[in-house]
T-cell receptor, first 111, second 115 residues
């Protein structure tokens, strides 16, 4: 079974401060990890995937297989980063790769 | 190019009533999914489809049925709605195995309230 845990439901930081959204996973195979974001009144969209090792909107995330973590980080938070963030794991289940989501973290960046 | 479109966007039902949510995608995606989003629980997979004419159960399939008669459409049905099915429902689609990057494309969501 695959499981994703986001321990923080709510996270508030001040503008310009560093931010880290935690994500831990459980999966017996080789995982593919993603971060999705949902801004207010917008649809859920992909932010970044671990396999591409990219930085999107200043966010980065490193897969740590030893700690089974995929934390999302940004050195200087901006007010427009306020959104709901979901960590997700893609693993084989049945006939297709399924995306399992964590419960989400609502990030608020204060002015 | 509309992407993923869900109808209706809002619906209020009485316990025991039935309804169907329609999802349409114009990206020629092989895979389609239905998720429900509940506070504190994230998104949970209800059913999914890997191609026209195929469906499979996800994590929380009870009380729902689905059909994929056409590649571009994925219908989610509630035969006898219950208050526990009050939720926001999201449809998503993705490429099949040959082009699958793991990225899902989501609709805007359908808010369903069962009284």
């Amino acid at each position: 079974a695959q499981r994703v845990t986001q321990p923080e439901k709510l996270l508030s930081v001040f503008k310009g401060a560093p931010v880290e959204l935690k994500c831990n996973y459980s999966y017996s195979g080789s995982p593919e990890l993603f971060w999705y974001v949902q801004y207010s009144r917008q649809r859920l969209q992909l932010l970044l995937r671990h396999i591409s090792r990219e930085s999107i909107k200043g966010f980065t995330a490193d897969l740590n297989k030893g700690e089974t973590s995929f934390h999302l980080k940004k050195p200087f938070a901006q007010e427009e980063d306020s959104a709901m963030y979901y960590c997700a794991l893609s693993g084989l289940s049945g006939s297709a790769r399924q995306l399992t989501f964590g419960s989400g973290t609502q990030l608020t960046v204060l002015p | 190019n509309a992407g993923v479109t869900q109808t209706p966007k809002f619906r209020v039902l009485k316990t025991g009533q039935s309804m169907t949510l329609l999802c349409a995608q114009d990206m020629n995606h092989e895979y389609m999914y239905w998720y429900r989003q509940d506070p504190g629980m994230g998104l949970r997979l209800i059913h999914y489809s890997v191609g026209e004419g195929t469906t499979a159960k996800g994590e929380v399939p009870d009380g729902y049925n689905v059909s994929r008669l056409k590649k571009q459409n994925f219908l989610l049905g509630l035969e006898s709605a219950a208050p526990s099915q009050t939720s926001v429902y999201f449809c998503a689609s993705s490429y099949g195995p040959s082009r699958n990057t793991g990225e899902l494309f989501f609709g805007e969501g359908s808010r369903l309230t069962v009284l």
